[in-house]
């Protein structure tokens, strides 16, 4: 049987090379760095460049990833992955080495991957998986370690490395000059005799194993050959064997040891955001727009800076409600918010558990951003006439599948006309039929029908304190700045009564 991804249900992705437009305006770019290391492959983040656009490939993924919960099933998967990690460690560079030392380091690393083929299989046989993903990849391997490739690895593998631990040797040092010649013996004492001695005498002579390490310098390289002339059979019987398997990995065990990195990165990453006491939960995904919500959601980006001090919020769509109005005090956590309302969708959509307790999310087809930039110099138009050239773009390309966040623009127009061109584009929006957060100073948009209003919050009795919870009510722009008033003495009672006095 064909093994084709524990990524990708069906083979017609393609990767996405370049970063998506909104990553930086959401914060998915920091998400993505902080889990992608930069000795990881590039690949890697490609793969968190293409959003899954089926419900059926995203629970194949979702699938693999709930396997890994289990314990004893990352266990396996894990044990695997540092043998091939070794491997690697082995294998890199080794075209630079020294002859036999290059030939001699492609065997130790083909004798670790063979171990570990076999001993993930063995233990994935004895597992309780469920996902396709990795029932797929141990019907392969079934297949695999039964081919007469793979048989004629192992043996190979094992004969050579017997035959070369046998190879023992003199070395015999007088001044500059070193003569190598064979060892015989009918009794083998070295292991006795190796830690009585010092690498090397001023006059002596020592008796040797083959030294192949990576560090090996050019005399212990020109010694080596000297030895491969002693054994040239053994030797020669290395080269074959460099030439014959120097190709050795398996073309789909390579995309599964490159794959299973995605998930072994992202639950490393969300594994540290938990030691935070934070939440993270498998997120239904639906076509149906109708019940969409997150409880105990939070900005992962955000999260990974500030850990224990994170806030969870909570957001629910209902019936025809397409369009989150978020207002409140500067400052309050409105735009983190947003971002955790795209981030949430767009992780999810990817197949992967996401922040909070419990989730359904919506199957989008793409994410539009507009948040506020500075003018540029440059730019002839002004700014108002770039945002709402932005925001055409936007319209005229989002679709009912479409997510679009929106965030403090049309700060540089006048309340009345904020209020007006707010409302133009609201309903624009409602025309599309898409889901919207438009965070906003102007609270008259929470009026407009689809639209729920959230309101970032203050604590009572300080109201310039902001607690960072974003909660669903009436927009009270006005209760807050009466509470400031309050607090300050300035209402226009106070000042009255003040007057008089």
């Not at 992202?266 to 019940?291: C, R, V």
């Not at 951003?369 to 108002?384: A, Y």
């Not at 669903?472 to 722009?477: D, I, L, S, T, V």
Request: hydrophobic letters at 35%; proline letters at 2%; aromatic letters at 12%.
């Amino acid at each position: 049987m064909a093994f084709e991804s524990i990524l990708f249900k069906n083979d017609n992705y393609k990767l996405v090379t370049e970063q998506p437009e909104f990553f930086v305006d959401i914060h998915l770019d920091k998400i993505v760095d902080n889990i992608v290391t930069i000795n990881d492959d590039t690949v890697l983040k490609h793969i968190f460049y293409t959003h899954l656009n089926g419900l059926d490939d995203i629970k194949y993924r979702q699938e693999v990833f709930t396997d890994l919960e289990n314990n004893d099933i990352f266990s396996i998967i894990k044990n695997y992955y540092d043998r091939i990690k070794k491997m690697n460690g082995y294998l890199s560079g080794i075209e630079n080495l020294y002859e036999y030392q290059r030939e001699r380091w492609l065997l130790d690393s083909i004798e670790i991957y063979c171990e570990a083929i076999n001993t993930l299989y063995g233990d994935l046989l004895n597992s309780d998986i469920k996902s396709r993903g990795l029932n797929s990849l141990k019907e392969y391997l079934n297949g695999y370690i039964k081919s007469g490739y793979f048989i004629s690895l192992v043996n190979d593998t094992g004969k050579l490395k017997s035959e070369l631990s046998k190879i023992r040797y003199l070395m015999h040092i007088r001044g500059t000059k070193v003569v190598v010649s064979g060892y015989r013996s009918d009794n083998d004492y070295s292991d006795d005799v190796e830690n009585a001695f010092e690498k090397f005498r001023e006059d002596g002579e020592e008796k040797k194993n083959v030294n192949y390490s990576h560090s090996m310098g050019h005399v212990e390289a020109a010694l080596l050959s000297l030895v491969a002339r002693l054994y040239p059979d053994e030797f020669t019987e290395l080269l074959k064997y460099y030439n014959k398997h120097k190709n050795f990995i398996d073309t789909e065990i390579s995309v599964f040891n490159r794959e299973i990195n995605f998930y072994l990165k992202y639950i490393n990453y969300i594994s540290k955001i938990k030691n935070y006491g934070l939440s993270f939960s498998m997120p239904e995904i639906t076509e149906d727009k109708d019940n969409i919500y997150s409880y105990g959601g939070f900005n992962l980006a955000l999260a990974d800076k500030i850990r224990d001090k994170t806030i969870c919020n909570d957001f629910n769509i209902n019936n025809d409600e397409r369009i989150i109005v978020i207002t409140g005090p500067n400052n309050g956590g409105k735009t983190t918010f947003a971002r955790a309302f795209a981030q949430l969708h767009y992780l999810a959509n990817l197949g992967l558990p996401v922040p909070g307790k419990k989730s359904r999310l919506f199957l989008f087809d793409k994410i539009f951003t507009h948040f506020e930039k500075s003018e540029d110099v440059n730019n002839l138009r002004g700014k108002l006439e770039g945002d709402l050239m932005r925001i055409k773009y936007i319209i005229d390309n989002g679709t009912d599948k479409s997510i679009i966040i929106i965030n403090e623009m049309l700060s540089s127009t006048t309340l009345n006309d904020a209020i007006y061109i707010g409302k133009q584009i609201v309903d624009n929006i409602r025309k599309i039929n898409s889901i919207c957060v438009y965070v906003t100073f102007v609270d008259e948009l929470t009026s407009i029908g689809n639209t729920v209003s959230m309101v970032g919050q203050v604590l009572k009795d300080n109201p310039e304190i902001r607690t960072h919870k974003i909660i669903r009510e009436p927009a009270n722009g006005l209760a807050y700045a009466m509470a400031l008033a309050e607090k300050y003495g300035v209402t226009h009672d106070m000042i009255i009564r003040r007057g008089r006095s």
